[in-house]
């Protein structure tokens, strides 16, 4: 393939392959569920420290470092 017709083949709506299609779905959707849980757990971390510090107790801080790290 010369380079004017691999850029066109990367190009957004080109036809590709189902084979393809199919890896670039899997690979995307790997990357978003991982993105997902890791942005889940930092919700729930800082709420519980969040909690920690509202109820005033000592150990707020040191929960939030340990969970963040």
């Given at each position: ?27 995307f ?22 909690s ?10 040191d929960?939030?470092?340990t969970?963040?790290?």
């Amino acid at each position: 393939m010369t380079t004017p017709a691999v850029g066109r083949a990367l190009e957004v709506g080109a036809d590709v392959p189902q084979s393809v299609a199919l890896y670039w779905l899997y690979l995307f959707r790997d990357h978003y569920f991982r993105m997902e849980t890791s942005a889940y757990a930092l919700q729930f971390d800082i709420m519980t420290a969040l909690s920690q510090l509202r109820d005033d107790l000592p150990s707020w801080r040191d929960y939030l470092t340990t969970a963040v790290y």
